[in-house]
């Protein structure tokens, strides 16, 4: 049987045509947009090109407010670490919250080493952040807020455009990690408010090792990565064109079918949620009811451990992810759990199942018979299950 | 990642399940670090006559809780205080280095349960099973301290161990 993908925000099958882009893109082996001869206009035209395109698709005033990156990381990094560098007269106090990804925690690390203090406000039950609770976390030597606009474990999706009011009137710089949103849901800059948003082209069906950061004009913020003008002397170094060029033709995808796309999503969420919960006893899904991604489910399963749930499922031929971090010495519980409220057997015991343009209703059915079978299998040799009986 | 020894123990486990007739069991491990392992020995004349075990854990864990009950039955007390961690991960073709600490739980669980044995037999107290998770800094005023997490030296004042990557708290 075919090897069943329900873990598609690790990894996405590229669309055809945005294949047929980049082969293309390497058959006429473009030059290098920074030369100043023929070579340099044809290679300048897809980049320019390409940049319209993915503007276009978190609606950005002008396209050049588009910087290409290597990826949602390198976006992320820069927003913080460059907006730090910027703004380190002004002031060394950044807010953020509880439930980031690693690439704003890590960035955010790098800076304490450099005097620089975070705050970060809680979430409630869903995993939503309180835009009071930001107003209230803001000080006079605050230079950035950093929220995501949705999160990739549970799937909320904050408030941003009520967070941006805050940022606004408190003349603060606003980040906002959009990788898991960006070509999923609609994004749309201007409305939101935002200074900063990151996101990545694999996300939406575009290649790995490409992604974008929307700064807004105007926004004080220093390169990551020093060395020639590329992008409006933004971020130094020859562009990644054949990725880019990739990116463009799925962006412009993306905003042709994000409505079909969020539908058929949406549909299989249902009906994901409605067969969890005619074979499953004892779990909890996680996340916001209504303000959360179309395309991902978070099911803590009670009694047991979600490696061991991943390892039988592969055995079967699917494909899920896990959010019990059991690696690298000490094991932790996935921070973004922990702050929701679950306790620390129940976030070991959590997946995390995405889905997209290519899974079927029949894949879904799939998924919930055969996780019932290995629930069971490992509930019989769980000593946490004996005593909960 | 895992060898076709671990994923053969881990696809169809030995000597799983409750014993309710044990003579003797030995709990290790806690949800807060992952893993939780219980081991059930029944005895006869010193030798375990059977084994079986309940694991809360992921794959490497299972694995392990399943070798060790099938090189433990049959042995006497005596042999089976000598199965480590070692032997365990050696009989299970290795274990990725960030997964050893499951072969510790296995034996540990083991032992715990022979000593139960010996106590109960011996009329002793059983010993109150621990296992320490938390380092504790004992001099909070002197110029170098460790990294609770790697044991790394930090210089006073860092809150971040630029070995192991780890914040540490405390030291604000």
């Known amino acids: 049987m075919e090897f069943l993908n329900l873990d598609q925000i690790s990894a996405n099958p590229l669309l055809p045509e945005v294949q047929d882009a980049m082969i293309e893109a390497v058959r006429r082996n473009y030059g290098n947009p920074s030369s100043p001869h023929r070579l340099g206009d044809e290679a300048n035209d897809a980049l320019s090109l390409a940049r319209s395109r993915v503007a276009c698709l978190v609606n950005s005033a002008l396209p050049k407010e588009v910087v290409f990156t290597s990826g949602g990381t390198e976006s992320v990094n820069h927003a913080i670490k460059g907006v730090a560098a910027a703004n380190w007269e002004k002031g060394r106090h950044i807010v953020t919250s509880n439930i980031e990804h690693n690439a704003v925690l890590r960035s955010l690390r790098t800076l304490k080493m450099f005097d620089y203090k975070v705050t970060s406000v809680p979430v409630d039950e869903y995993g939503r952040v309180n835009p009071d609770d930001v107003a209230k976390a803001v000080r006079d030597d605050t230079i950035l807020v950093t929220i995501m606009h949705s999160n990739n474990e549970i799937g909320t999706i904050q408030p941003i455009k009520e967070i941006a009011a805050v940022t606004k009137k408190k003349k603060v710089i606003f980040h906002s990690d959009a990788v898991t949103s960006v070509g999923v849901v609609p994004v749309d800059v201007q409305e939101l408010g935002v200074d900063l948003l990151s996101f990545s082209a694999n996300q939406f069906y575009g290649p790995g090792g490409v992604g974008g950061l929307y700064i807004k004009r105007g926004t004080r913020i220093w390169p990551l990565l020093d060395g020639g003008v590329q992008e409006n002397n933004k971020r130094a170094g020859t562009e990644n064109l054949i990725g880019i060029v990739g990116m463009g033709v799925a962006a412009d995808a993306a905003v042709g079918d994000m409505k079909s796309r969020m539908e058929h999503s949406l549909k299989l969420k249902k009906r994901l949620l409605n067969a969890l919960n005619d074979h499953l006893t004892d779990f909890i899904i996680n996340g916001h009811p209504e303000q959360a991604l179309p395309n991902l489910v978070s099911v803590s399963v009670k009694y047991i451990e979600g490696e061991s749930i991943c390892l039988m499922l592969d055995e079967e031929g699917i494909g899920v992810s896990t959010r019990s971090a059991c690696a690298a010495g000490a094991l932790q519980a996935s921070h973004v759990l922990l702050s929701i409220g679950r306790d620390f057997a129940d976030a070991q015991g959590t997946l995390v199942i995405t889905f997209g343009v290519h899974t079927k209703e029949q894949d879904i059915d799939r998924l919930a018979s055969t996780l019932k079978t290995v629930v069971e299998n490992l509930r019989a040799m769980s000593p946490l299950y004996a005593k909960a009986q | ?172």
Do not use: W
């Open chain 2, 1 to 172: 990642m895992y060898s076709e020894k671990v994923m053969d123990h881990f696809r169809t486990p030995r000597n799983v399940g409750e014993m309710k007739d044990a003579d003797a069991k030995g709990e290790v491990g806690n949800p807060i670090c992952g893993d939780m392992m219980t081991i059930y020995l029944k005895i006869e004349e010193d030798v375990i006559k059977d084994i079986s075990f309940l694991t809360f854990g992921c794959g490497a864990a299972i694995a392990v809780s399943s070798m060790i009950t099938e090189m433990a039955k049959g042995k006497t007390l005596e042999e089976a205080k000598k199965i480590t961690n070692r032997s365990v991960a050696e009989a299970l073709e290795g274990l990725p280095k960030n997964k050893l600490h499951c072969s510790n739980l296995g034996a540990d669980a083991l032992h715990m349960a022979i000593k139960a044995y010996e106590d109960k037999k011996a009329g002793r107290e059983p010993m109150v099973p621990l296992r320490m998770e938390k380092h504790v800094h004992q001099d909070k005023e002197a110029e170098k301290c460790q990294c609770p997490y790697c044991d790394a030296d930090l210089s006073k004042g860092l809150v971040v161990c630029t070995n192991c990557g780890r914040e540490v708290d405390h030291h604000e």
